[in-house]
């Protein structure tokens, strides 16, 4: 009878151990995953707008504070500036929602900001905007150069014999009249239709096997043009 009940006390302080060795409660906390930055949203200079806010430090250049809203998850800001006239491009860095940059007056540019976290190797950018930095004395601008749209720079398109070049032109003036495009399959295309009045050319015969070159010069009501940068595609 001492050993049976001894065997049921055993059994009892066995199980009894077994049910408490679980220590769910006492698991710690896994730790948080790093979370990838988002995209800033832009704020000044203004899209297509002519930027007069800045300070003027000579008669050719001047000092523009540019700043966006703060994306979430960021460490630092890399602000990507481009002449839009010689196509150069630097970049700027700042741990901060804001950045004043020495700029060339009377001339368009444009700017993103992509968000950079210590933690990822993840990036977001933020949309793409342009605006004229104020010259001196100007009444009237130039129009940006026309950027691409379709078909896209660089790509590689399905086989066919008709393709639509597309663009999409901007004036601070908003006084656009017309635009010129010249096409072809060498690096100085020929002008290909003059005086369009729309931002797409339809029905361009393209072959099969062959690399295109573009270019658009978007010309104002005041005579003033801009040449866009040259674009190309394939066809499969």
Known sequence: ???????????????????SSG??????????????PTAASLVFPEQNSECTEGTNLTATSSTITF?????ANTDTYELSLKNLITSEVTKHSSTTNQLSI???????YSWSV???????????TSATWKFYNAGEGVVNYAPFPAAVVAPVHESNI????????????SDVDNDIASYDV???TTESPALLNSEITTSSLSNVAVISGTT???????????GNSATSELFSFSVN
């Not at 950079?116 to 990036?123: F, G």
């Not at 295109?212 to 005041?222: A, E, G, L, M, S």
């Open 182 to 184: 010249y096409f072809g």
């Open 114 to 124: 992509t968000s950079k976290s210590k933690a990822v190797n993840d990036t977001a």
């Open 23 to 36: 220590g769910g409660d006492n698991d710690p906390d896994p730790e948080p995953q790093p979370q990838k």
């Open 102 to 108: 020495e700029l060339l007056r009377g001339t368009p």
């Open 67 to 71: 700043q966006w809203n703060a994306g």
């Open 212 to 222: 295109y070159f573009w270019y658009v010069i978007t010309k104002d009501q005041q």
């Open 1 to 19: 009878m001492k050993k049976t009940l001894l065997y049921i006390s055993l059994f009892v302080s066995v199980f009894s151990i077994s049910c």
């Open 158 to 169: 399905a086989s066919t014999t008709l393709v639509t070049l597309e663009w999409a032109g």
